[in-house]
């Protein structure tokens, strides 16, 4: 288990008090940043870092100042250098926070600037970065945008305001874990809910209003996880949704399930002290050399403190233990905090009322390891004392694996969003149709906004050069560009014809959001890259498209180094690219250049850098030194993977993967070293049952991502069946299968066993037992998406199935009403839709095909929400999520889902009773 929440001991405690401001806090800060000058001095003289600290030495003690700084600005700087990630200074400037730090203190003339103490100024104006984004210029657009709208209102009423300045600029839209710049979010018009949150941070604080976004890490009744703001008015902390604006402070669709929560936290810049003097609501999760974890969880959901005492077999308490306090969500056990036992063998978590799983690992002076899992059960368990009597990890010894049985039971519904008057709701609702106009009409300026606009430009590429078997593929993808059109088609305009098949295939591998914001010249950097590879490069071979062609390895900002690390790896030596001596002796001399910095000391929370920015600072932290390492092969040509066990880099050289180790490598024991052991994991209920498991192997500390059926490499099926087999390194190994309960419960079983070398290991899967009547989740969907409803035309805006149906369960109908089997269902549920007492939306093909619909005199309930999917993506979903193709050809298909994407029944085809079925399901339904 990762020990990276640690108790605070009286040390911290003591340098925590200093952090109320005074000169004491002053000291404190001085010497944090001292000491990271000192490591940026350790870099090469030519080198980014040491130019850096050079800089930091002499701007911020008054040798030199270039840029006219104040005392409180110097004061300012020092506290974000002292406190500042690695990544975020090797990629801007000291200009950069000069400009952020001067913003930040014109806040200060705002009409409730006086009334933010130096505290909150400190953690929740002042610092640029809100999650893991990379930062940008948002502050200062933000400021000139937002000021002029605000600037003569409330405090609460300028929080209100702003929410709804950022609906104009983004609606929710679910993609992937990279969060972009809030500017260029902004930009793009839409984003995921970290990404909302982080606009909505960047804004408010733009204003000088001091806010945070807040994570529920992962939801304990139910899979994933979401991401708001607090922000503090007026003496209080409120709440908000983030780009969802609502007339009150602390309301939003997601109260009821915050009550649910098991742990709320957010983070804050530097060592901060919850107090009623700081104003710093919350209490401390950890604290890290550059960032403080707050728990925000009372604030939302009753709360108890969660103890769990470790003792041996004598009753002795176990100091020193890791105690991993997890949940299951998503069909993974995830640690909502790790802790380590006091010498009273105590470790505590203020949590939710849950259930925990519980896990304990401990190795003594001796080197013997003891590890076990049990359940808590919080509102029923005020102390849990787990006994380390052996090692569950091998299993029972005789038959090599054991089994347990959990049903993590989540919180119950506690608090509900805050009614609202007649009158507000139709104001609201007239001020968010205004937002959302604002919002669309930039939105039409894109340049690639239609399938006509898109596909007249993929046909001059082939007129062009391009093969006309691109063609459809590059209307789809400009269509998908957004605000990065333009440099999209300034990028293939700029290339010439007998490279346009590259160029596209090059599009192709790149993530869609990443298309949406690089430049032209980053495009051409990531081509020339390939073209200067010649004949080394072999297009025909799927492991150069996936690691040579394709620029990313993380989820680090797309931007070009190609060039940059080619003239370096010219530089040290590379006479030609390719898996030859000189240039493997290249990579290593350039890899040498750098140095590795303590990732727990200036990347705690593991925020990504660009392999250009690593290049030109010569200093990353032992994460982004991989990454680097990754962009030096692809940059020479050469594919190559990492093995996340051992920090080894594997690269193909002739057809064959060879080792090439890394100063932060720990190869196995020679035992481990190879997958020399066979597993065969056989899995007929989940199969049968569409579920998938999950394969976790012990790796030094904890258990880590292995496999699972139908996820991870080395994965494979024998033909239809349902086994898989893989080839696996010896070891302590674990099956997870859990099944999400309609209430939200999780009823999970795990498989420990231990896999010897050498040796082919069967296993059967098993699950928990379900109940003939418990109704379980079956799949899962996405909520969030859009269609048409009956009365617009395929042209006007569209809605997702979230705004219509709400927060609950809700029915899901796809039809073709002009065919039998769905025109049985339909006259089946003229006679029952008064006993479903959920939502229902029955959606259709196109507007044709609707407007057929209504010609019909069905008598259905007029509470029947209609639509139809303009934008051909319900169907196409519902083949993904139930895992079947042609559904066009086998309509109706019904699900019953809840807002959170769980389906809990589906029928498919023609079949008898599916209403009545629907009406008589055992769903715990909000009232």
């Given at each position: 288990?990762?020990?990276?929440?640690?108790?605070?001991?009286?040390?911290?405690?003591?340098?925590?008090?200093?952090?109320?401001?005074?000169?004491?806090?002053?000291?404190?800060?001085?010497?944090?940043?001292?000491?990271?000058?000192?490591?940026?001095?350790?870099?090469?003289?030519?080198?980014?870092?040491?130019?850096?600290?050079?800089?930091?030495?002499?701007?911020?003690?008054?040798?030199?100042?270039?840029?006219?700084?104040?005392?409180?600005?110097?004061?300012?700087?020092?506290?974000?250098?002292?406190?500042?990630?690695v990544?975020?200074?090797?990629?801007?400037?000291?200009?950069?926070?000069?400009?952020?730090?001067?913003?930040?203190?014109?806040?200060?003339?705002?009409?409730?600037?006086e009334?933010?103490?130096?505290?909150?100024?400190?953690?929740?104006?002042?610092?640029?970065?809100?999650?893991?984004?990379?930062?940008?210029?948002?502050?200062?657009?933000?400021?000139?945008e937002?000021?002029?709208?605000?600037?003569?209102?409330?405090?609460?009423?300028?929080?209100?305001?702003i929410?709804h300045?950022?609906?104009?600029?983004?609606?929710?839209?679910?993609?992937?874990?990279?969060?972009?710049p809030?500017?260029?979010?902004?930009?793009?018009?839409y984003?995921?809910?970290?990404?909302?949150?982080?606009v909505?941070?960047a804004?408010?604080?733009?204003?000088?209003?001091?806010?945070?976004?807040?994570?529920?890490?992962?939801?304990?009744?139910?899979?994933?996880?979401?991401?708001?703001?607090?922000?503090?008015?007026?003496?209080?902390?409120?709440?908000?949704?983030?780009c969802?604006?609502?007339?009150?402070?602390?309301?939003?669709?997601f109260?009821?399930?915050?009550?649910?929560?098991?742990?709320?936290?957010?983070?804050?810049?530097?060592?901060?002290v919850p107090?009623?003097?700081t104003?710093?609501?919350?209490?401390?999760?950890?604290?890290?050399?550059?960032?403080?974890?707050?728990?925000?969880?009372?604030?939302?959901?009753?709360?108890?403190?969660?103890?769990?005492?470790?003792?041996?077999?004598?009753s002795?308490?176990?100091?020193?233990a890791?105690?991993?306090?997890?949940?299951?969500?998503?069909?993974?056990?995830?640690?909502?905090?790790?802790?380590?036992?006091?010498?009273?063998?105590?470790?505590?978590?203020?949590?939710?009322?849950?259930?925990f799983?519980i896990?304990?690992?401990?190795k003594?002076a001796?080197?013997?390891?003891?590890?076990?899992?049990?359940?808590?059960?919080?509102?029923?368990?005020?102390?849990?004392?787990?006994?380390?009597d052996g090692?569950?990890?091998?299993g029972?010894?005789?038959?090599?694996?054991?089994?347990?049985?959990?049903?993590?039971?989540?919180?119950?519904?506690?608090?509900?969003?805050?009614?609202?008057?007649?009158?507000?709701?139709?104001?609201?609702?007239?001020?968010?149709?205004?937002?959302?106009?604002?919002?669309?009409?930039?939105?039409?300026?894109?340049?690639?906004?239609s399938?006509?606009?898109?596909?007249?430009?993929s046909?001059?590429?082939?007129?062009?050069?391009?093969?006309?078997k691109?063609?459809?593929?590059?209307?789809?993808?400009?269509m998908?560009?957004?605000?990065?059109?333009?440099?999209?088609?300034?990028?293939?305009?700029?290339?010439?014809?007998?490279n346009?098949?590259?160029?596209?295939?090059?599009?192709k591998?790149?993530?869609?959001k990443d298309?949406?914001?690089?430049?032209?010249?980053?495009?051409?950097?990531?081509?020339?890259?390939?073209?200067?590879?010649?004949?080394?490069?072999d297009?025909?071979?799927?492991?150069?498209?996936?690691t040579?062609?394709?620029?990313?390895?993380?989820?680090?900002?797309?931007?070009?180094?190609?060039?940059?690390?080619?003239?370096?790896?010219?530089?040290?030596?590379?006479s030609?690219?390719?898996?030859?001596?000189?240039?493997?002796?290249?990579?290593?001399?350039?890899?040498?250049?750098?140095?590795?910095?303590?990732?727990?000391?200036?990347?705690?929370?593991?925020?990504?850098?660009?392999?250009?920015?690593i290049?030109?600072?010569?200093?990353?932290?032992?994460?982004?030194?991989?990454?680097?390492?990754r962009?030096?092969?692809?940059?020479?040509g050469?594919?190559?993977?990492?093995?996340?066990?051992?920090?080894?880099?594997?690269?193909?050289?002739?057809?064959?993967?060879?080792?090439?180790?890394?100063?932060?490598?720990?190869?196995?024991?020679?035992?481990?070293s190879?997958?020399?052991?066979?597993?065969?994991?056989?899995?007929?209920?989940?199969?049968?049952?569409?579920?998938?498991?999950?394969?976790?192997?012990w790796?030094?500390?904890?258990?880590?991502?292995?496999?699972?059926?139908?996820?991870?490499?080395?994965?494979?099926?024998?033909g239809d069946?349902?086994?898989?087999?893989?080839?696996?390194?010896?070891?302590?190994?674990?099956?997870?299968?859990?099944?999400?309960?309609?209430?939200?419960s999780?009823?999970?079983?795990?498989?420990?066993?231990?896999?010897?070398?050498?040796?082919?290991?069967?296993?059967?899967?098993?699950?928990?037992?379900?109940?003939?009547d418990?109704?379980?989740?079956i799949?899962?969907?996405?909520a969030?998406?859009?269609?048409?409803?009956?009365?617009?035309?395929?042209?006007?805006?569209?809605?997702?199935?979230?705004?219509?149906?709400?927060?609950?369960?809700?029915v899901?109908?796809?039809?073709?009403?002009?065919?039998?089997?769905?025109?049985?269902?339909?006259?089946?549920?003229?006679?029952?839709?008064?006993?479903?007492?959920i939502?229902?939306?029955?959606?259709?093909?196109?507007?044709?095909?609707?407007?057929?619909?209504?010609?019909?005199?069905?008598?259905?309930?007029?509470?029947?929400?209609?639509g139809?999917?303009?934008?051909n993506?319900?169907?196409?979903?519902?083949?993904?999520?139930?895992a079947?193709?042609?559904?066009?050809?086998?309509?109706?298909?019904?699900?019953?889902?809840?807002s959170?994407?769980?389906?809990?029944?589906q029928?498919?085809?023609?079949?008898?009773?599916?209403?009545?079925?629907?009406?008589?399901?055992?769903?715990?339904?909000?009232?």
């Amino acid at each position: 288990m990762k020990n990276r929440f640690l108790w605070i001991f009286p040390v911290l405690l003591l340098m925590l008090s200093a952090c109320t401001g005074g000169s004491d806090y002053t000291v404190q800060v001085q010497s944090d940043l001292d000491n990271k000058i000192e490591v940026l001095k350790g870099g090469e003289p030519l080198s980014g870092a040491f130019a850096l600290a050079e800089e930091l030495q002499n701007e911020l003690s008054g040798r030199t100042n270039k840029y006219n700084l104040t005392s409180d600005e110097i004061e300012s700087l020092k506290f974000l250098y002292a406190y500042m990630p690695v990544n975020d200074m090797a990629e801007n400037s000291f200009e950069y926070f000069v400009n952020i730090v001067r913003y930040a203190h014109k806040t200060k003339d705002m009409p409730w600037g006086e009334s933010v103490s130096d505290d909150l100024f400190r953690h929740f104006v002042l610092p640029p970065r809100v999650n893991n984004e990379t930062l940008d210029n948002a502050r200062e657009i933000f400021y000139n945008e937002l000021y002029p709208r605000v600037k003569d209102l409330s405090m609460y009423d300028a929080v209100i305001e702003i929410n709804h300045w950022c609906r104009e600029k983004i609606v929710y839209t679910p993609t992937d874990g990279r969060t972009t710049p809030p500017a260029q979010t902004a930009l793009r018009a839409y984003g995921r809910c970290g990404e909302e949150s982080t606009v909505a941070v960047a804004a408010l604080r733009s204003m000088g209003i001091p806010a945070r976004q807040v994570y529920v890490p992962r939801w304990a009744h139910t899979n994933s996880n979401h991401a708001w703001v607090e922000v503090w008015v007026d003496g209080t902390w409120y709440y908000l949704g983030a780009c969802e604006p609502e007339p009150l402070l602390d309301r939003g669709w997601f109260t009821a399930s915050a009550s649910r929560a098991m742990l709320v936290n957010t983070y804050a810049y530097g060592p901060v002290v919850p107090s009623e003097d700081t104003q710093i609501k919350g209490e401390i999760i950890s604290q890290s050399d550059l960032f403080t974890e707050i728990s925000s969880t009372a604030t939302y959901a009753p709360v108890k403190k969660a103890v769990v005492k470790v003792v041996d077999t004598g009753s002795k308490p176990v100091e020193g233990a890791a105690v991993s306090f997890n949940i299951i969500n998503g069909n993974s056990l995830s640690p909502m905090v790790e802790r380590i036992t006091d010498e009273k063998g105590i470790a505590y978590l203020t949590t939710g009322l849950g259930t925990f799983i519980i896990e304990v690992y401990f190795k003594d002076a001796n080197g013997n390891e003891f590890y076990k899992a049990e359940e808590l059960r919080v509102p029923d368990t005020d102390e849990l004392v787990v006994v380390l009597d052996g090692d569950q990890r091998k299993g029972n010894g005789k038959d090599k694996f054991a089994i347990a049985d959990y049903r993590v039971t989540p919180p119950a519904e506690t608090r509900f969003p805050k009614a609202l008057s007649e009158e507000m709701q139709k104001e609201h609702d007239a001020k968010c149709a205004e937002d959302d106009s604002i919002r669309l009409a930039h939105t039409a300026t894109f340049k690639f906004n239609s399938e006509e606009k898109a596909s007249a430009f993929s046909k001059s590429m082939v007129d062009k050069g391009m093969s006309s078997k691109f063609e459809k593929d590059l209307t789809n993808l400009m269509m998908q560009t957004l605000s990065g059109g333009e440099n999209v088609e300034n990028f293939l305009l700029s290339v010439d014809g007998s490279n346009l098949n590259l160029a596209v295939q090059l599009l192709k591998v790149i993530r869609v959001k990443d298309i949406q914001e690089i430049t032209t010249a980053g495009f051409q950097d990531y081509l020339n890259g390939v073209l200067k590879l010649g004949s080394v490069y072999d297009a025909d071979n799927p492991m150069f498209v996936q690691t040579v062609l394709n620029p990313r390895f993380s989820n680090e900002l797309p931007v070009a180094f190609k060039e940059k690390l080619w003239n370096e790896l010219v530089a040290c030596g590379m006479s030609e690219p390719g898996a030859n001596v000189q240039t493997l002796d290249a990579i290593n001399k350039a890899l040498d250049k750098v140095v590795i910095v303590d990732d727990s000391r200036f990347n705690p929370r593991n925020f990504y850098m660009t392999p250009a920015s690593i290049a030109e600072f010569g200093m990353a932290d032992s994460r982004n030194y991989v990454v680097y390492a990754r962009a030096l092969f692809n940059t020479a040509g050469i594919p190559a993977r990492m093995n996340n066990q051992t920090q080894e880099i594997q690269y193909l050289s002739v057809g064959k993967w060879e080792i090439f180790p890394l100063k932060i490598s720990k190869p196995l024991p020679a035992s481990q070293s190879e997958a020399n052991a066979v597993l065969r994991i056989s899995d007929p209920e989940g199969k049968a049952a569409g579920r998938r498991y999950l394969l976790q192997k012990w790796q030094g500390d904890s258990y880590g991502f292995a496999g699972g059926f139908g996820m991870g490499r080395g994965t494979q099926r024998q033909g239809d069946s349902d086994v898989s087999v893989m080839n696996v390194e010896p070891g302590y190994y674990r099956i997870l299968t859990s099944i999400r309960a309609a209430d939200g419960s999780m009823l999970a079983r795990t498989m420990t066993f231990t896999v010897e070398p050498n040796t082919t290991t069967d296993i059967t899967v098993e699950w928990y037992p379900v109940e003939k009547d418990e109704l379980v989740v079956i799949g899962s969907m996405d909520a969030e998406w859009r269609y048409s409803d009956k009365d617009s035309n395929p042209s006007d805006e569209v809605t997702s199935i979230l705004n219509t149906v709400g927060r609950n369960f809700f029915v899901l109908a796809f039809i073709e009403p002009t065919k039998e089997p769905s025109q049985h269902f339909i006259r089946e549920l003229t006679s029952k839709d008064d006993d479903i007492a959920i939502p229902i939306l029955i959606m259709f093909n196109d507007k044709e095909k609707t407007d057929f619909f209504f010609k019909q005199n069905y008598g259905l309930n007029d509470k029947i929400n209609y639509g139809f999917d303009s934008q051909n993506v319900v169907l196409k979903g519902l083949e993904r999520s139930l895992a079947t193709t042609d559904l066009q050809a086998r309509l109706p298909v019904v699900v019953v889902a809840d807002s959170f994407g769980n389906i809990y029944y589906q029928s498919v085809g023609y079949n008898i009773g599916v209403p009545e079925t629907i009406s008589k399901l055992n769903l715990p339904i909000h009232k």
